[in-house]
Nanobody
Framework: QVQLVESGGGSVQAGGSPRLSCAAS????????MGWFRQAPGKEREGVAA????????YYADSVKGRFTISQDNAKNTLDLQMVGLKPEEKAMYYC?????????????????WGKGTQVTVAS
């Protein structure tokens, strides 16, 4: 079992650069993939960024490439998402994800472990 707790959300101005963090606990040595998804009201949960925890390979949704950076600290079992140039339409609940066997897809239903989310509100 893996437990995930997100932090760092809040209200930011459009164009702002918030940083989200996710703390993992439990069977962290078994984690194969971690990532960030987001969900706006009335919309499907969508992938933002993910990382293969072993190789460090990262991948991003096209909409955030060049603006968001995902990073991990294996010693602390944390996963961060640095966002730059946040847009009003990116207001959403941001969720941390972890999985023991899968990676590389944006279908959120493929992944096993989720945090409760952290709300990011963007003021225009």
């Amino acid at each position: 079992q893996v437990q995930l707790v997100e932090s760092g959300g809040g209200s930011v101005q459009a164009g702002g650069s918030p940083r989200l963090s996710c703390a993992a606990s439990g069977d962290t040595y078994s984690i194969y993939c971690m990532g960030w998804f987001r969900q706006a009201p009335g919309k499907e949960r969508e992938g933002v960024a993910a990382i293969y925890t072993g190789s460090g390979r990262t991948y991003y949704a096209d909409s955030v490439k060049g603006r968001f950076t995902i990073s991990q600290d294996n010693a602390k079992n944390t996963l961060d998402l640095q966002m730059v140039g946040l847009k009003p339409e990116e207001k959403a609940m941001y969720y941390c994800m972890a999985d023991l066997t899968r990676c590389g897809t944006w279908d959120w239903k493929n992944y096993s472990y989720w945090g409760k989310g952290t709300q990011v509100t963007v003021a225009s």
